[in-house]
């Protein structure tokens, strides 16, 4: 019922897996991407710099990070699923002990007090560097200026670049899926009306297949964790031939302001408008802070075959609707609105 599985992986940055001095030292600049199509797999790094969290690291045999993992799994409890979890107005991790922060790596030779040699203070990277593991799909803590009391996300982003690059669209997506999965399932096995002269579905039952799954998702656009929808179901498709109903829907989702462009003007007496451009630096970047209009993600379900999947002690698979992610929403969509 909760698949697909999410993952937010807080792996161990700290050393290069081997046993020797030399691996304790972490050249920021030589750090893979970590975009690798895995859209549903988020990884982070960094921490709060307090002495109860160098405390755990060093007594580690590993001097393993101790991360900040349960900030952002909170963040993810209190988002609604269209949220991101960088949103500054809504996700503010400061507090008593997430005052200051660090990525908890760099340096882990302990020296003669038995401190680190270095673990990154936030304040001593450059924003190049910042800008770079932001580009490598890497999720880490940060501050902004002129903002004293906050400590936030850095994004949402998951190990991809295409649709599904952001939590906040595959929770958005998931969500969708569950509503839609849940519905459905009374029909499974259910008799299926079709025309008499043809064999194909009745326009009847398209109907109320398409308001079933149409209601899931007005609800969804009224609650504004979407933009809009559409839902579609072939009404030439014979299910006389292969017992299977194909319905498909995709939703457009909510826009977020990653980045934000402004144009300012002053208008005197010498010159009747002079215009130039301000950018807002509401991330790492001093450039290229554009207004982006987001894609569309799409999603097919159908019917599946594939009953390979069981759960023991059942006679029958588990997995009764299969969903499949499309290649090109924007075409289903324009067909169908």
Not at 94 to 101: E, H, K, N, R, T
Not at 172 to 193: C, F, Q, W
Request: contains cysteine.
């Amino acid at each position: 019922m909760n698949q697909p599985l999410s993952v937010v992986l807080c792996a161990n940055p700290g050393n290069t897996g081997s046993d020797t001095e030399e691996a304790k030292v972490i050249d920021l600049n030589r750090i893979p991407s970590a975009i690798c199509e895995s859209s549903r797999t988020s990884v982070i790094f960094g921490q709060a710099r307090n002495d109860q969290n160098a405390t755990i690291q060093s007594r580690n045999p590993n001097h393993t990070p101790v991360g900040f993992l349960g900030a952002v799994m909170g963040a993810l409890a209190k988002a609604s699923v269209h949220e991101s979890i960088a949103w500054v107005r809504q996700f503010n991790l400061f507090a008593d002990d997430f005052q200051q922060i660090e990525l908890g790596f760099g340096d882990l030779t302990l020296d003669a007090e038995d401190e680190f040699v270095s673990t990154n203070l936030y304040e001593s990277l450059s924003p190049v560097l910042l800008d770079e593991l932001d580009d490598k799909g890497y999720i880490f803590p940060i501050k902004y200026s002129g903002r004293e009391n906050g400590i936030y996300i850095s994004k949402d982003q998951t190990c991809s670049n295409g649709d599904y690059r952001t939590i906040a669209r595959n929770r958005t997506i998931n969500k969708s899926r569950r509503a839609v999965r849940e519905a459905l399932l009374p029909y499974l096995h259910s008799p299926l009306m079709v025309n008499p002269a043809t064999g194909f579905l009745a326009p009847s039952k398209i109907t109320a297949f398409k308001t079933l799954i149409g209601d899931i998702l007005a609800k969804m656009q009224a609650a504004q964790e979407i933009s809009g929808y559409a839902v579609t179901i072939d009404p030439n498709q014979n299910v006389l031939v292969d017992d299977t109903l194909r319905i498909s829907y995709v939703i457009v989702p909510v826009g977020v302001a990653v980045k934000i462009y402004v144009e300012e003007g002053l208008f005197g007496r010498t010159q009747k408008h002079r215009s130039h451009v301000v950018l807002l630096q509401i991330h790492h970047r001093s450039h290229d802070t554009v207004f982006k209009l987001q894609q569309l993600v799409g999603l097919r379900i159908t019917q599946t075959v594939n009953t390979g999947h069981t759960v023991a002690h059942l006679k029958h698979g588990t997995h009764f609707v299969e969903f499949q992610r499309v290649v090109n929403p924007l075409q289903l969509l324009e067909q169908h609105l």
